[in-house]
């Protein structure tokens, strides 16, 4: 009773590092709780013994004080006898690790105790315990991967009994210790998430949301879920949720109108609370998947009262993510560019020591060819030369997604058949507006195909967009924000685009069919001889 006393007063004093009033240590019975603690360390029972030690470091007890002295002593004496439950050796180890810290010769003795037990003989709080510790300090050093995959295996069996609380502290375990041996764990939580979607609390929501982007996971059903409940707190929940909901989703390329426009609605009415970083994250996955929600056009002036009123609020790269974002809509921040393009801004861009990365350049490069193409009207300042990147394609984050290597070569295959020799189309040119086709066919006036490497009397250039699954919404056929600018660019510096999407293309059974296709395609008007 004393030790749980103490620990109900930790769950109201505790802060970061200190009680928020220390002085609540000085009242009377308190000291005298930790009096009779003292005295009687030695009578309490393993359960109240490792409760009362826990409870003191929570209230930031001197760790020399006699009463700590005391109750570490004798808890060293109970583990050497070995006989503590793995419940009662966590919470001993938890508070090894807040007096001495991960290096605890008494914690590997308590890690040594709880290698030799199975898993399987563990309640669900036991195994909750354990990975807690795990998360706390005790399984950043790899030395315990055996016991770990023993637990994740005995994880997924008991899957089905878990609350929302702990579905979402284990994914939150998980994600710490970076277990990404552990998908069938983490597909298994997944499944059992949808169940509780509508019952997380805002901060569990968080972490789930969290762990499936760090893992790469969603499913369909899980998907679905958040569909139903995402209308019903996109104006009540916590800031930093919701913002969580918009990055699984942009992370995972998964379009959702229903999910998107409930929180565009709610952006509108509570984007003034927001953090610089919130709204920036909100705003990215309108980009990334080339969506517009019916209210975009308030959505997009509450972003640019946003940007007007706390400009100075933003770091320069998330600005620039903004900005960037609201281009591949065609939303043109043209009152904001003149300022990113500034001397100033560009230097506050620049990573320490190592100058601006390959991606915020090829990003300052879209926005300004952005300027030039598509707001004719801009008279601002232009970027300068040594910002400007020559291609968009590169490897990691890049403003182009490399062609399907597979669906590139059926499509190459069908081209030589159409028109008879590889000589008359160019792959995967670079031209001088940083965008790389997967194909050109260059014609004359008349309508003749010619070699690729003919650059004279050139009447119309073709460019082929062989887009494959990684080009669009994971789950709709709709163009990815990135690939919809570089078909509207290359539009506006006098391309005709021919798309050839994989939902097509993978229709196609055989050689003549494809030809037909590809002929179709490319020459509409025209009637193909037999060669």
């Known amino acids: 009773m004393a030790a749980a006393s103490l620990h109900h007063i930790a769950d109201m004093e505790q802060g970061v590092n200190c009680l928020k009033d220390p002085a ?146 284990l994914l939150g375990v998980l994600t710490s210790l970076n277990q990404t041996q552990a998908m069938p764990l983490v597909i298994s939580l997944c499944k059992r998430a949808v169940r509780h979607v509508p019952h997380f609390t805002d901060d569990e929501l968080t972490l789930v949301l969290g762990a499936l982007m760090h893992f790469g996971h969603s499913d369909h059903y899980f998907v679905d879920a958040m569909e139903k409940y995402v209308p019903t707190m996109a104006f009540s929940s916590n800031p930093e949720t919701v913002t969580k909901v918009m990055q699984f989703f942009g992370r995972r390329n998964i379009l959702s109108p229903v999910v998107f426009d409930a929180v565009a609605e709610s952006f509108v009415y509570r984007a003034d609370e927001y953090t610089t970083s919130q709204v920036a994250r909100q705003i990215m996955p309108f980009g990334k998947l080339g969506y517009l929600p019916p209210n975009a056009a308030d959505v997009f002036r509450k972003v640019e009262t946003i940007l007007h009123t706390r400009f100075s609020h933003f770091q320069p790269r998330t600005l620039l993510n903004v900005l960037h974002s609201c281009i591949l809509v065609e939303r043109f921040p043209v009152n904001f560019v003149s300022k990113v393009f500034s001397s100033y801004f560009l230097q506050q861009l620049q990573d320490q020591g190592t100058g601006i990365d390959r991606r915020v350049l090829a990003q300052l490069t879209q926005l300004y060819m952005t300027m030039k193409l598509e707001c004719p009207f801009y008279e601002g300042p232009r970027l300068r030369p040594q910002y400007n990147v020559k291609s ?29 020799a590889r000589s008359y189309f160019g792959s995967k040119v670079l031209t001088p507006y940083c ?97």
Not at 399 to 416: A, K, M, Q, R
Not at 496 to 507: G, S
């Open 24 to 169: 609540v240590l000085e009242n009377n019975t308190i000291r005298a709780l930790c009096k009779q603690l003292e005295e009687d360390s030695g009578r309490l029972t393993d359960n109240g013994l490792v409760s009362a030690l826990l409870a003191c470091t929570r209230l930031y007890l001197d760790p020399w004080s006699t009463l700590m002295v005391r109750l570490v002593s004798e808890s060293q004496e109970r583990l050497d006898q070995g006989s503590l439950s793995v419940g009662q050796l966590c919470d001993l180890g938890q508070a090894m690790l807040a007096l001495e810290g991960p290096g605890s010769v008494m914690l590997d003795q308590i890690m040594s105790q709880i290698q030799k037990q199975e898993p399987t003989a563990w309640s669900l709080e036991g195994l909750r315990a354990v990975y807690k510790l795990m998360q706390n300090g005790a399984g950043f050093d790899g030395k315990y991967c055996d016991l770990l995959n023993g637990m994740h295996t005995h994880a997924v069996t008991v899957t089905s009994r878990m609350n929302p609380a702990t579905v979402s502290e």
């Open 435 to 531: 965008y790389t086709l997967d194909v050109e066919i260059k014609l004359d006036e008349d309508g003749y195909v010619l070699p690729a490497s003919h650059n004279d009397d050139v009447y119309k250039r073709i460019a082929l967009c062989i887009d494959g699954h990684k080009r669009f919404a994971s789950n709709k056929r709709q163009l990815l924000g990135k690939e919809a600018i570089k078909q509207r660019h290359l539009r506006l510096i006098g391309y005709e685009i021919v798309q050839i999407p994989f939902y097509e293309f993978d229709r196609l059974r055989n050689k003549q069919s494809v030809v037909e296709y590809l002929h179709q395609k490319i020459f509409p008007h025209s009637y193909r001889l037999s060669w």
């Open 392 to 420: 968009f394609l590169m490897p990691g984050h890049s403003l182009e997604t490399p062609v399907d290597p597979h669906l590139y070569n059926s499509v190459i295959t069908g081209l030589v058949d159409l028109l008879g």
